[in-house]
């Protein structure tokens, strides 16, 4: 399935560099969002973006950056990360943003921060 | 603190049995709901949704009581392709509030 698909899939970066997620969606959709799973925690909303305007912010620190440049793309940009940073980090995207709308998930970048 | 708590099992049950997931929500103004399931190391993926007294699917239906804020989710005839972790998920404006999840393992 190629509805959502993110790169890199894999990421090892240490605490002092800088790199980006990035999530494309196929669907037409109007909504994108961030998600972080953590081992034994459940997924954690980080943004959400309607028609590339950021909606909501979960109060996720300021090393993580995203942007939305039109409302098939998302990025991530992190920087100075702590180990407890790394997670999987999920893109989904729906139809419209809102509690009716099915969210699809990509495939997730599973990051580790030495 | 909106939460959605769901017990993390795992349920272990043999093919051609049924299971059932409870699921309980904090946020009363929840609008919708939803179950999903994750293999593992693969992304979630909708299996239902539910915004108002149930819903039905095949071998799979989820009930939703308002009143005593639970949600859950009946799986009939299981088969082995079941196995996988169950999501369960609140949704308001833009928030979904997801669940640990429920590990389950169908056997042979």
């Known amino acids: 399935e190629t509805g959502v698909t993110q790169t890199p899939r894999h990421l090892v970066m240490g605490m002092t560099n800088k790199k980006s997620l990035k999530c494309e969606q196929h669907?037409?959709?109007?909504?994108m969002y961030w998600y972080k799973q953590s081992a034994k925690k459940p997924l954690e909303l980080m943004f959400v973006?309607?028609?590339?305007?950021?909606?909501e912010n979960n109060s996720v620190p300021s090393r993580f950056s995203p942007e939305c440049p039109n409302s098939s793309h998302l990025f991530l940009h992190l920087h100075t990360l702590q180990p407890e940073d790394s997670a999987l980090y999920l893109c989904?995207?729906?139809?419209?943003?809102?509690?009716?709308?099915?969210?699809?998930f990509g495939p997730g970048t599973r990051l580790t921060v030495l | 603190r909106k939460e959605v708590e769901q017990d993390p099992g795992p349920f272990n049950v043999p093919e051609g049995a049924t299971v059932a997931f409870n699921c309980t929500y904090s946020n009363s103004a929840s609008q919708s709901f939803f179950w999903y399931r994750q293999d593992c190391r693969k992304e979630p993926k909708l299996l239902m949704s539910?915004?108002?007294s149930g819903n039905e699917d095949g071998r799979f239906t989820a009930q939703l009581n308002r009143a005593s804020q639970y949600i859950s989710l009946l799986i009939r005839d299981s088969k082995l392709s079941d196995s996988a972790t169950y999501l369960c998920?609140?949704?308001?404006?833009?928030?979904?509030?997801f669940g640990k999840g429920t590990k389950l393992s169908v056997i042979p």
């Open positions: 989904a995207s729906s139809q419209e943003a809102g509690a009716y709308n099915e969210q699809f």
């Open positions: 973006y309607s028609l590339e305007e950021r909606v």
């Open positions: 669907l037409g959709h109007n909504a």
């Open positions: 539910v915004y108002s």
């Open positions: 998920v609140g949704a308001g404006s833009y928030q979904l509030t």
